[in-house]
């Protein structure tokens, strides 16, 4: 495996919990601090992650979870690989935390997804925000609702303790 000197931060969290806010202040301030920075998300702007995205909705369960898993697979090794190989800072908006929470929302076994999971390559940092349940909910009703997992009365507020920790290879 190359060895990267880059460094891979993700943010995970509810919908509306500000993750898209946050990572734009990080890129700013990153920058500003000197550091070459690559700012992504996932589902990621490919094609394959633009599918996915759009099948959020009518897709679920296992078929959705191996679906935004090869979008990440797709991910890493067109984009973070490389990027964290040359010495990127990379932000990733949402990445496996969200496939822990919300594709086990949708009724898939957490080994499953681990098992998925088991070669992606891992955050040297993973960022998980939290708010006020009341707070989210007055967010998102501003927003309107842009997918099904936004308004899903089972999802929990994310807490980091509640988040597995897969083995590190
Ligand atoms: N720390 C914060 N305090 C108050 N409002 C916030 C904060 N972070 C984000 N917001 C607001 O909450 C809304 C959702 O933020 P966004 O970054 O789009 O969330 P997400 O990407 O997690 O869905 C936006 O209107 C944003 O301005
Ligand atoms: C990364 C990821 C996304 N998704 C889905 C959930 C959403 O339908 C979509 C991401 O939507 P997005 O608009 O990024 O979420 P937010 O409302 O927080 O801004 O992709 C998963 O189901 N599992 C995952 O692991």
Redesign the pocket.
């Known amino acids: 495996m190359t060895r990267r000197s880059g460094v891979f931060v993700t943010l995970d ?11 734009a202040e990080l890129d700013r301030l990153l920058r500003n601090d000197g550091r070459t920075v690559h700012s992504t998300t996932e589902p990621s702007t490919s094609a394959l992650g633009e599918f996915t995205r759009k099948s959020a909705d009518s897709l679920s369960g296992r078929a959705l979870a191996c679906l935004v898993a090869a979008n990440r697979y797709e991910h890493i090794d067109r984009d973070l690989r490389p990027l964290l190989g040359t010495g990127f800072t990379v932000v990733c ?1 949402r990445y496996l935390a969200s496939s822990l929470v919300l594709q086990q929302l949708d009724g898939v076994p957490e080994q499953f997804l681990l098992d998925l999971n088991a070669d992606i390559l891992l955050p040297d940092l993973a960022v998980i ?1 939290t ?1 006020e349940p009341v ?1 989210i909910g007055a ?1 998102l009703a ?2 309107g609702k842009r997918h099904r997992f936004h308004d899903d009365p089972r999802a929990p507020p994310v807490r980091s303790s509640s988040i597995p920790r897969p083995h590190r290879p």
Do not use: C, N
């Open positions: 969290g509810p919908s509306g919990v500000g993750k898209s806010t946050t990572l908006d925000l708010a707070a967010r501003e927003r």
